[in-house]
Each structure stands twice: as C-alpha cells, then as structure tokens.
C-alpha cells in the first residue's frame, strides 16, 4: 500500500505521510524538522504573555481576599 501522498503547507511539496512521522502531518519532514529545530525550550511570546496575565489575576484574587 503506497502512504498517502499530502502537500506540505510550507514548502508546497508533495510528501507521502507516513505513519509515525514526526511534526505536523501537513509539514513535510524537511519543514518539521526545520521547526523543531528552533530554539527548544523557549517559550512562544504568547505563552509568556498568558503566564503573566495569569499571575496578574492571581495576585488580584489574593489583595481581594485579604480586604
Ligand atoms: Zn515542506
């Protein structure tokens, strides 16, 4: 049985999804592992962004308790 054959959303090649590839099923491996490659461990902007927000509303919780 011949893999499916998918477009990768980032280059537009033609790549055969196969099972257990790693990354994205829309991504050929080339751009996968291209994405992995970037900076591991680094938190996304918006991730930061929501851990702040997050704390904020915490610390907001906490002043109204103690009033
Ligand atoms: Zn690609």
């Known amino acids: 049985?011949?893999?499916?054959i998918?477009?990768?959303v980032i280059c537009k090649e033609e790549f055969e999804l196969k099972p257990g590839?790693?990354?994205?099923a829309n991504r050929c491996?080339?751009?996968s592992e291209?994405?992995?490659a970037v900076k591991p461990g680094?938190?996304?902007k918006v991730d930061r962004e929501a851990n702040a927000a997050r704390r904020e509303a915490?610390?907001?919780l906490l002043?109204?308790?103690d009033s």
């Open 21 to 24: 590839k790693p990354g994205f």
């Open 63 to 65: 002043y109204r308790k």
């Open 58 to 60: 915490m610390k907001n």
């Open 42 to 44: 680094e938190q996304p």
């Open 34 to 36: 291209s994405d992995e």
């Open 6 to 8: 998918k477009v990768c």
């Open 29 to 31: 491996p080339d751009c």
């Open 1 to 4: 049985m011949p893999f499916p």
